[in-house]
Structures are given as C-alpha cells and as structure tokens.
C-alpha cells in the first residue's frame, strides 16, 4: 500500500506494508510442498495477499466487487455453483486488479525477481483464494488480471479460527467441514471440488463442521485457561 508523506520539501507517495498474523497461518496451514514439511517464507506469500487485497479494495468498482461475491455466495448455497469451473468458469466482472510481478515486488519492497514473485502468487492460485484471467476485451494482451476469492478465502480463515477483516463471517452451511484440511496439490483446483460436492455431502459436512468447530474451540478455551 502507499501513503502520502512530506519532508525536506517534496510529497511523495511512501510505501507501506501489511503483515497480518491470519494470512501467514493461512499459507502455513494450506501452502504445503511436498517434499517438504513447511512451507518456504510464508510471510512473502502473506504480505502478497494482504497487497493484492488492498488494491482489491481501491478498486472503482469495489462496490460493486462485493455485491458480485454476495450474489455468487447465495448461488452457491441454492446449489447454481455446482459445476466444473475447469469446463465453465464463472463470469466475474467486477474486482479484476492488474499488477505485474514486478509492481507487486516494488510496492511491497521486497525487492525480489519476478519468477520469486510468481510463485507466490501461484500458491494463492493453488489453494482458490485468488483468480486468475487474461484482459476478455483485448485478446492480444496478455497481461494476467488477478481477483481475490473472498467466499474461498473467508472459508480457508474460518477453518483456522480467524475471519477476514471488513467482511461478515460465513453462515454455517458454507463452512469447511474439516479444521485442519490437508495440503492442496498443484493440479487439483480445491474450490471447484468443493462446488461439485451434491447438496447431500454439503448436508453432511455442515453437520461435521458444527461438531468440528465446537470441539476446536473448547480445546482452545481449555488451553487458554491453563486446564
């Protein structure tokens, strides 16, 4: 993000940066790279997130961003969003950023290479928390536009026991069933598997996200009071 700040007689835009504690437990808890058991600079892969949200948020069309994701919430629970979106993707048209590798790199300050900065985003790709398309108006540019997936993203925080912040929390029966869910391979889109769930396995792990959840957060309290 940036701000507007003044000494020795100029006003420039300065850059800030955003780490915040849920996005880093978000990485570390879905983000995993077989072979190996944690994954590498998860703090890099959060600090991404937390930009692409800011510039989500600056959008001219935010407003209207967010109606989107509502409408596209309730499509989902009257069972409308049942499909492949590898074979029919969702049209989305509101909330769509362009923000090259290198762009991101600079306003973050991370100063790292564009591949580095790819890669990151790639995991968010991976795990359906963020999106992904070229320009639909201009075949010939190709400029990749990014958009945030607030309903995955929100579902992902829930199951670690955070909310994302400026948004209401998700009605039960769109939460993840499990607290801990496992590692999301490269090639395996894991909201278009939630999607295609049929309503009967939806039923089914609204009621082992009840007991899930209420078991999580007795351990929690439990632990907190030192029991």
């Known amino acids: 993000m940036t701000e507007h700040g003044q000494g020795g007689g100029h006003d420039r835009r300065l850059n800030r940066v955003v780490l915040r504690e849920e996005f880093v437990a978000l990485v570390n808890a879905y983000c995993h790279e077989p072979p190996k058991k944690k994954v590498s600079a998860p703090y890099i892969t959060a600090i991404l997130l937390s930009q692409l ?3 989500e948020n ?3 069309d935010y407003d209207s ?3 989107e994701e509502h409408e596209r919430l309730e ?3 009257q069972g409308r969003e049942l499909r492949n979106e590898a074979q029919q993707p969702p049209v989305l048209t509101h909330g769509w950023i362009y923000k090259s590798a290198q762009e991101l790199s600079e306003e973050t300050m991370l100063g790292l290479a564009d591949s580095t900065i790819l890669l990151h985003l790639r995991r968010l790709l991976s795990i359906g928390v963020l999106e992904k398309r070229n320009n639909p108006n201009y075949h010939w540019d190709r400029r990749i536009q990014y958009r945030v997936n607030t309903i995955r993203l929100r579902q992902l925080l829930f199951a670690i026991g955070y909310n994302l912040e400026g948004w209401p929390i998700l009605p039960e029966e769109y939460r993840l069933a499990d607290i801990a ?3 999301f391979s490269k090639t395996e889109d894991a909201f278009s598997k939630i999607e295609n769930q049929t309503t009967q396995n939806r039923k089914s792990n609204y009621r082992k996200s009840k007991s899930n959840i209420r078991d999580y957060y007795r351990d929690y309290s439990r632990e907190r009071a030192g029991v």
């Open 65 to 67: 961003f967010r109606i």
């Open 181 to 183: 869910t496992p590692p």
């Open 75 to 77: 499509r989902f629970a």
């Open 58 to 60: 600056r959008c001219r």
């Open 53 to 55: 949200l800011y510039w």
